[in-house]
């Protein structure tokens, strides 16, 4: 973990950005996250350290997570409508989900009610496939842009990276798949454990294309842009949806 936070620092020539930010976060996060578990689990502190710093872990990581995905979004999706729904449905999903689990989670570890430890076990569900299917989304978006900018795309080195952030997305996707299949099998401390090796394999997979992504936009930004404006008009691209093309 303290791997993906030196490489942060080091990466980024500037300390700014929703791209930056939401990296960092991600990274403290899963720190933060895994501190919780050791302390819950192993009693090697207070309870309630544990369950706070699992908890701020927990929601910087997921929503940290989600942003990292939106903001290399932006690079090669052009319609502000399509961005505006994906960054509300990130703000919804979190103020609907967060104080709900985190209440039925202190109040199953602190109260004998049943309750909530019943409410617990379902929110625990419910929440994990809400935030799953939000990276569904986001990267799903993502994988169809990509899909349509390599129909368009000649120049051999901008093909390439658009191939390598396909796959990256793709392996994203089959991540959540894997964390949703163990959630839904009840195992729900192994799901803890295996939820920070995931996050961190998919913060180690943005590093992987970061140097590559940001060489596409500062090289090729006018080849992208002229190819955007061919998604646009390509026959299976909907009209509906469609928006200003290129980057500002």
């Not at 049943?114 to 809400?130: D, K, L, P, R, V």
């Not at 992987?208 to 060489?215: E, H, R, T, V």
Request: proline share 1%; aromatic share 16%; charged share 15%.
């Amino acid at each position: 973990m303290l791997e993906l936070l030196f490489l942060t620092f080091i990466t980024f020539k500037q300390y700014a950005g929703l791209y930056f930010w939401s990296m960092l976060v991600s990274t403290v996060s899963i720190i933060f996250y895994c501190n919780g578990l050791i302390i819950e689990y192993f009693q090697t502190g207070s309870l309630l350290l544990g369950l706070i710093l699992d908890n701020i872990g927990w929601m910087g990581m997921i929503t940290g997570q989600s942003l990292v995905l939106y903001s290399r979004l932006g690079l090669i999706l052009s319609n502000r409508r399509i961005l505006q729904a994906i960054k509300w449905m990130i703000i919804l999903d979190a103020l609907v989900f967060y104080p709900t689990t985190i209440t039925l989670n202190f109040g199953h570890q602190y109260t004998s009610q049943s309750g909530f430890a019943t409410g617990y076990y379902y929110i625990e569900h419910i929440q994990m496939t809400f935030f799953c299917v939000q990276e569904f989304v986001i990267s799903g978006v993502y994988v169809w842009q990509t899909i349509k900018l390599l129909k368009v795309i000649l120049k051999q080195g901008t093909r390439k990276t658009m191939w390598q952030l396909f796959a990256i997305n793709v392996v994203i996707i089959i991540l959540d798949i894997v964390l949703l299949a163990i959630e839904y099998r009840n195992l729900h401390i192994y799901e803890q454990s295996v939820k920070a090796f995931v996050y961190s394999v998919k913060l180690k997979l943005e590093f992987a294309i970061l140097g590559k992504l940001i060489d596409l936009v500062r090289d090729s930004q006018n080849s992208l842009a002229h190819s955007m404006e061919k998604v646009d008009d390509y026959p299976c691209y909907d009209d509906e949806w469609s928006g200003h093309s290129g980057f500002s």
